[in-house]
């Protein structure tokens, strides 16, 4: 009786009160909210923290020297504190950072000092690779000084860069690519390095003078330690733009009218189950800044013969897998178009040009409008795909318009329109609402959140529209962090541009999560965690499934390795046979069960690190053991080897079988800009083997020239041969 709905202590009805009442006093009553949640707080926690740019006179070498008279020039930002492992101590190693801007360019240059140079970490060579655990230097950029929005650049002491958007304080989205440089050296005290950032990649407001939001961060990895110029509380960080510094002097800059063409030219051979094909392929990306702030991206016979194969994963679950977006249209201003949550959106690009089957499907065009106005964010999409008559696919249309609107100071109130019409006629809409409370001055320096958002879908000859909705709250902190979310949908709730993993159900959520920090050698900090989700029936209210995980121990290395042990209690009432691999079925009924759970993950800047994890225990009417396993090996930071293997052995009764997937990469990074990956996969559930080998060349930044090659061998066939290709692409970046 404890698990039924109605026994919590918020009821339904009191939840909707709650998140209306949130949203209504925030809105009418903005001042009063305002000075109840301690919202009236200067831009930086950290007011001392202001840096003047200044202007380069000549020009600047990019070869992380920083010896040109304009650097002596401008002034140091030298106070850095630490995060980790002493939060707001001095940092032990000293840090200068310095900016400089012309006409088209803003220049950053660090010098980054070390006791012990030798011990300096740097594995990592290639571009948009994981830079966490070397040596790192980062910059942050709030260019509309917003406290929502900014740019993310990650360097390390090999000039290996990553780059990022940010939004509201959330984790860096990494699928953004911007176009920008770095050089970076190791010297007898340290290590250095020059940025240089187009002024046309970023956008700002136009006016004179300009002030910008910034931040920088430094990672000391043979010290475990994390400094910062502003934000270095615990519960902020580098990704809290509302506690960053400021950047003044920035004058009479100007994003300019920079017009980008990157046309491509794709050739190769095509083996498709024995007929070949000659490919010869071309398009062209044209991209064009509306306003200094507002940019239009044009696409035509787009192409995406560069992206490495998506990661097949065995599904022992009764609902659908999401599948990450690689394709760099989209992801160029997706945090704009962003609504909802990753499991529950209106708009999830995979369903543009790819099957559900995840099979390529042509795109004729599209056209994208991203940026901000004033105090809005706009996203604008519109894509045309071609018909595929082999898959039954009509040419479609695919469209998506996303406005958001900061109010007070960190908060946000927006819609979504997303739409499909295909030359059939047959059409597919969606109207969505959103509302989004931030503040990190909860209890004076607290961060808080709560966010509402509601879709109707309308199809047609469909009866009146079908509707969802959700409501989060979020406390993200370091010693204490609790996320609650309510959402209910309905059964046949399906927007074609969009993806819910799970509907027809009222769902709640509570994850609470206690990380304290005693005084234990070589220990950072204890892990105590609860989960609890509950989802019952739509229109029945009838449980239909329930899970309880607490994690009674876990702890955090000063090496930063994490070890967890959680145990799970688990409910779920089947309506219908479940046929979970190949011929084994799980008949209707309801099942509950319990398993335990050990993981460890070591400090990727080891020569060998691993990521694992252990399940066991019960598992519907029968028994499951999980091996969920990743090493990566580094021999220099030209050469690594990651494999991976996932083993399942269940068994019902007198039948068993196990599920097995493995992979491995293999990374040869001869310089920044030059790559080669090779990727090897296989399960045995399709038992297709599948080779991805890839050459990736950056001649200049902006401009790309790949040499991919792709095989299958199917296993249900003696592992012959169905598929090979071997493609050339070279995509040019001019600038006018």
Known sequence: MF???????????????????????????PNTARTQLGLDTPFSATSSCTLNACFAEGSINMDGRMNESAWAQAEPATRFFQREPREGAPATE????????????????????????????????????????????TVVLDTFADRRNGFFFRINPNGARLDARLANGSRPNTDWNGVWDTAARINDDGWSAEIVIPLSTLRFNEVNVQEWGINFQRMIAWKNEEVLWAAWSRDYGITQ????????????????????????????????????????????DVKYPLTSDLTLDLTTYTDFAQIEADRTQINLTRFSLRYPEKRDFFLEGADILEFGSPMSTPFYTRNIGL???????????????????????????????????????PSTNYSAVRIKRDIMQQSSVGFIYAGVHDETGHWDRTLGADFDYVTNSLFGNKN????????RNFKEGGAAGK???????????????????????????????????????????????????PDIPHIRQLMFSGNFRYYEHYDTHKLETRYITFSPFGFRTLSEDTFRIMFTNSYDFLYRDFNIFNDTVISPGGYEWWEGTASLRTNSNRPLSANL???????????????????????????????????NDLAFGDESFSTQEYSMRLNTNISPRL??????????DDEIANLNFRIHYIPQVGSDIYLVYNHLWNGMQDYRTTYDATLAKIAWRFAF
């Not at 698990?3 to 925030?26: E, G, N, Q």
């Not at 598992?619 to 080897?641: A, C, E, I, P, R």
Request: proline share 3%.
């Open 241 to 284: 733009l509302s506690q960053a510094g400021m950047l003044c002097n920035l004058r009479g800059i100007e994003r300019g009218s920079l017009l980008e063409v990157k046309p491509y030219l794709l050739g190769g051979i095509e083996n498709d189950d024995g007929e070949r094909d000659n490919e010869i392929k071309y398009g062209v």
């Open 3 to 29: 698990f039924r709905y109605r026994s919590y202590i918020f009821s339904r009805l009191s939840l909707k009160h709650i998140a209306l009442t949130v949203c209504l006093s925030s809105i009418l009553f």
């Open 355 to 393: 099957s559900k089957d995840r099979e390529a499907i042509p795109i004729l065009a599209g056209a994208k409008v991203t940026g901000k106005a004033g105090r809005y964010s706009i996203g604008i999409l519109d894509m045309q795909t071609d018909a595929d008559d082999g898959k039954g696919v």
């Open 675 to 684: 790559s080669i990956r090779t990727y090897v996969q296989w399960n045995n």
């Open 467 to 517: 509707h969802t909705g959700q409501f989060f709250i979020r406390y993200p902190n370091d010693l204490v962090s609790v996320t609650f979310n309510y959402k209910e949908s309905p059964e046949d709730y399906e927007p074609e541009l969009g993806y819910y993993q799970r509907n027809g159900v009222r769902q709640v959520l509570l994850t609470t999560m206690f990380s304290p920090r």
């Open 613 to 647: 994890t252990y399940e066991t225990g019960d598992f519907y009417s029968g028994t499951k053991q999980t091996l969920d396993s990743s090493l990566t090996m580094k021999f220099n930071h030209h050469l690594s080897v990651e494999p991976a293997a996932i083993y």
């Open 448 to 455: 808080f959140s709560i966010s509402t958002w509601y879709e």
């Open 94 to 137: 000293k840090t200068e950072v310095r900016i400089l801007y012309d006409d088209t360019n803003l220049y950053i240059g660090v010098y980054c000092y070390d006791s012990e140079p030798g011990r300096i970490v740097h594995n990592e060579l290639r571009f948009d690779g994981d830079l966490a655990y070397d040596d790192n230097f």
